[in-house]
């Protein structure tokens, strides 16, 4: 019989990484506990760091991220070019 994938909810990959990043237990002791192999809560804790910084970050700052100026006029020069480009092609039809 096939086995099916389980899926784990944020906050219990959470209190996982919370309870492996208190050092009580070892990361073996953990998988035990909860029956995950450790590569994952690795993959978890580092997930977990990585992305710790989002938290403390004000509604300004991550708006602020989100548009990057060179992004945008790259795409606006980007349409430019094709905007001419397409006027010159509809021109003789006119």
Do not use: C
């Not at 809560?41 to 602020?64: G, R």
């Amino acid at each position: 019989m096939k086995k099916s994938r389980r899926k784990f909810t944020s906050v219990f990959k959470t209190k996982v990484v919370l309870e492996l990043l208190k050092e009580r237990n070892t990361l073996s002791e953990i998988a035990q506990k909860y029956e995950i192999h450790p590569t994952i809560i690795s993959k978890w804790k580092s997930e977990f760091l990585e992305k710790a910084s989002i938290v403390f970050e004000t509604e300004k700052e991550k708006t602020k991220e989100s548009f990057d100026p060179e992004e945008l006029f790259k795409e606006i020069g980007k349409m430019k070019v094709e905007n001419e480009w397409l006027k010159k092609k509809l021109d003789p039809y006119l």
